[in-house]
């Protein structure tokens, strides 16, 4: 009887492993074994890239999810640089020790608020976009945060700088004739960098939108995200036309960035 039963357990599993033999075979041949599938090696690669760049994929439904594609990394640039000029205004204005009353006070007014930037500017946004999707999870906030406090501490050293470099016999005729520290700051100081601050401004803006595109590699939508979909399924065509809709949209903000600097030298 115990030979009987494990003749017919062996029996049993001889039957399982010709089956899973044949869906193995039967899988094999199932497969599209074509170019698309194995590798073929860096030049070939290197071709197939070049190639598309001359057919990107025009159909309709790839322009559709481009332009909503290219709207998100958009709105997450222009979210994240206003988050930016508000922390950039308050420690900028702070770090360049134009509001303080004393030597000593300003020092180390400067040297806090210096260090504060310093420390938020020195962590990529890429990073930060990291610990903001493992706080909010998949969120435009996570985005428009990651892009908002790194471009800050760029903007906020750089409008700093300019604000203290500003000529002081400007503002010593204003505090002469009795204005406030404030007072000197909006209609002094202000007036002498905003060409500046813009111009710096919009050079960041084009900056941001390429770091928007960059940060939906974390899965957070736009550009990027699909650049990076197309890649791992190798539709390089569809790459390109992600890709040529990323620098249309950064030749459309230089080009608005000239057209306003010029609006404000006339």
């Known amino acids: 009887m115990k030979q009987v039963a494990l003749f017919y357990e062996f029996h049993k599993r001889t039957i399982l492993s010709l089956l899973l033999l044949l869906v193995f075979i039967w899988s094999l041949f199932a497969v599209p074994w074509g170019d698309d599938l194995v590798h ?12 598309a760049f001359f057919r990107p994929e025009l159909s309709i439904k790839i322009i559709l999810l481009a332009l909503s594609s290219s709207w998100i990394t958009l709105a997450y640039a222009v979210a994240g640089m206003t988050v930016a000029l508000l922390i950039a205004f308050v420690l ?12 000593t006070s300003m020092l180390l007014t400067k040297g806090f608020f210096r260090s504060m930037l310093g420390f938020i500017r020195a962590i990529h946004e890429l990073v930060w976009a990291w610990m903001f999707v ?37 503002i010593d005729a204003l505090k002469s004739a009795g204005a406030s520290k404030l007072q000197c700051l909006i209609y002094g100081y202000f007036p002498i960098v905003k060409a500046n601050i813009i111009s710096y401004t919009m050079y960041r803006f084009e900056c ?16 990027g995200y699909q650049i990076q ?8 065509n569809e790459v390109w ?20 600097r010029k609006r404000m030298i006339s």
């Open 40 to 51: 073929a090696g860096g030049a070939v690669t290197i071709k197939q890239i070049v190639s």
């Open 92 to 103: 900028g204005i702070l770090a360049s020790g134009v509001l303080s009353s004393g030597k």
């Open 134 to 170: 493992a706080a909010f999870g998949l969120s435009p906030y996570a985005a428009i945060f990651a892009l908002g406090i790194p471009y800050g501490g760029m903007l906020g050293r750089i409008f700093a700088d300019m604000i203290a470099d500003v000529r002081k016999e400007p």
């Open 208 to 223: 941001a939108i390429r770091s928007s595109a960059i940060m939906s590699f974390v899965g957070l939508g736009g550009l």
């Open 229 to 236: 979909l197309s890649l791992d399924e190798l539709n390089y």
């Open 241 to 260: 036309t992600f890709m040529f809709f990323l620098i249309i949209l950064v030749v459309l903000i230089d080009l608005w960035s000239n057209l306003l």
